[in-house]
């Protein structure tokens, strides 16, 4: 009894500190170094075959995830990949799960992944919603100078 419970006790903590453990990616001209479930998996350019910005869902681009595929025979530690075309695909993260905005993170990558990266569509998506809101602002400032030509009364 003391032994069983000793090892849940243990179990949960592994558990515990494996969800407290942030999941890091270090983008450089190397390559990108992956850090999560307490492992370090260093990924030169050339053992990835793409990274790419795709939809959660299909009808809409809230919460974008980030994917990699590796070339045949690179594997991730302590990860659980999914079989694809000969290579393995991993999720890693949601654009907005990392700290810093999603367009630079999309930005970093291509920087130094070239055309490794796949985050057009993200982009094209990005671009039109800043210019729906621009377009939006227009029209309302219009309305407005429309409706008060000597501007706001004081």
Not at 17 to 35: C, D, K, M, N, Q
Not at 63 to 81: C, M, N, S, T
Request: some cysteine; overall charge positive; charged content about 25%.
């Amino acid at each position: 009894m003391k032994v069983s419970s000793f090892v849940l006790v243990v179990g949960a903590l592994w558990v515990l500190a494996t969800l407290l453990r942030p999941f890091v990616i270090e983008v450089s001209s190397a390559g990108l170094t992956l850090r999560s479930r307490g492992a370090t998996n260093r990924l030169p350019w050339t053992s990835i075959d793409a990274v790419t910005v795709e939809r959660a869902s299909e009808e809409n681009w809230n919460q974008p995830v980030l994917w990699i595929r590796l070339a045949p025979g690179v594997r991730l530690k302590r990860h659980r990949g999914k079989q694809q075309d000969g290579c393995r695909r991993y999720d890693l993260l949601g654009l907005d799960d990392f700290t810093i905005p999603p367009e630079a993170v999309v930005h970093a990558l291509l920087r130094y992944g070239g055309d490794r990266i796949d985050a057009q569509d993200y982009l094209d998506h990005r671009a039109a919603k800043r210019l729906v809101a621009e377009l939006l602002a227009e029209q309302r400032a219009e309305e407005a100078r429309e409706k008060f030509p000597d501007g706001p009364a004081g």
